[in-house]
């Protein structure tokens, strides 16, 4: 969907919270080059992986000692950044210009006015505010962006995942996708082309059945109004499975049988109704995730959900 152009992988976040460095691995045997960072901790952390890496939040004083990796470079961001660059030696760098998000970036202004001239820059770029929606902005940001002349990069950059979805014309030389790559689904256009690929898992540490007008969980929020068989599942808040939840918004799959979760999601644990499931103690179950849908039932929004996964998952791929 990204035509001609190259495709590059955003993978800030620890990868979206998938795990950068194997984001990272899969994604570079797939043919990725340019691989997209918030922090020069985050580029350290893939750079014996990663043939390219731009860092989004540019560099700060506190930055220029990491700031030296051969394949890493930052995405220049203010008027400061700029000078500090060229103060520190220049070399390769990313522009990002501001075309109407008003978040990060130089002004239209600041280019024109010849700030960035001179440096070494392999990719000029700016950001969408509303990928995913059809607003006019969309295209209002592409023309600004086209409207700079050229100043001297390799390459120009604008589509994120949404942006890809808005057709070629946001295309340019390299687009950054994020949330797409990770089962995402922000725009209709991308419903056909994009596979779930988060499949979260939690254990039963305990089945038992709770009698008619038991509660269970905390704060009693749920009261069985018939005999109940409940799995106890070793996941909770603090993995990300937020209470946003609880009371049903959220499910197990024990086989195809669908097992909503019972009371208010508490730190660790998580309690799911299996009446007439085969479900026992040191079973696995599938947790819910498909990322539209968890979306619509908790008001997380897609990145929030992979984002917010912990660190006590194990991260298999398969
Ligand atoms: C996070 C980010 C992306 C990726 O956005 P998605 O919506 O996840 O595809 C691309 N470019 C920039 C500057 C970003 O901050």
């Known amino acids: 969907m990204s035509g001609a152009a190259a495709c590059g992988a955003a993978v800030k976040a620890d990868g979206y919270g998938l795990g950068a460095r194997d984001v990272v691995l899969v994604l570079a045997g797939a043919g990725c080059r340019d691989f997209f960072v918030a922090t020069w901790g985050e580029a350290a952390a893939i750079a014996d992986l990663a043939p390219s890496i731009a860092v989004l939040h540019g560099v700060r004083d506190a930055d220029l000692a990491a700031a030296r990796p051969g394949n890493a470079r930052p995405v220049l961001n203010t008027a400061d950044q700029v000078a500090r660059w060229r103060a520190a030696g220049g070399g390769a760098c990313d522009v990002m210009v501001d075309t109407g998000m008003n978040r990060l970036g130089l002004s239209a202004g600041e280019v024109a006015s010849g700030l960035i001239d001179g440096l070494t820059i392999d990719t000029l770029m700016s950001h969408l505010a509303c990928s995913d929606e059809d607003v006019a902005k969309n295209a209002a940001q592409r023309e600004a962006l086209a409207g700079l002349g050229s100043r001297g990069e ?117 309690a799911v109704d299996v009446t007439g499931a085969d479900v026992a103690e040191g079973d696995w179950l599938a947790i819910e995730y498909d990322l539209p849908a968890a979306s619509a039932a908790t008001g997380l929004s897609q990145y929030e959900l992979l984002t917010l996964l912990g660190s006590r998952y194990d991260r298999v791929w398969r």
Do not use: H, K
């Open 154 to 270: 390799r390459r120009r950059s604008l589509a994120n995942s949404g942006g890809i979805a808005l057709g070629e014309t946001y295309a340019l030389d390299l687009t950054r996708p994020g949330i797409a790559l990770y089962g995402g689904v922000v725009r209709d256009e991308l419903a056909g082309a994009i596979r779930p690929v988060v499949r979260p898992e939690a254990q039963v540490i305990q089945r038992r059945r709770v009698r008619a007008g038991e509660s269970v969980g905390y704060n009693a929020l749920w009261t069985a109004e018939a005999d109940t068989e409940v799995a106890i599942l070793n996941i909770g808040y603090a993995d990300g499975y937020l209470r946003a939840f609880s009371m049903g918004a959220g499910s197990a799959w024990a086989d195809d049988r669908r097992c909503p979760v019972l009371g208010r999601v508490s730190m660790d644990l998580t």
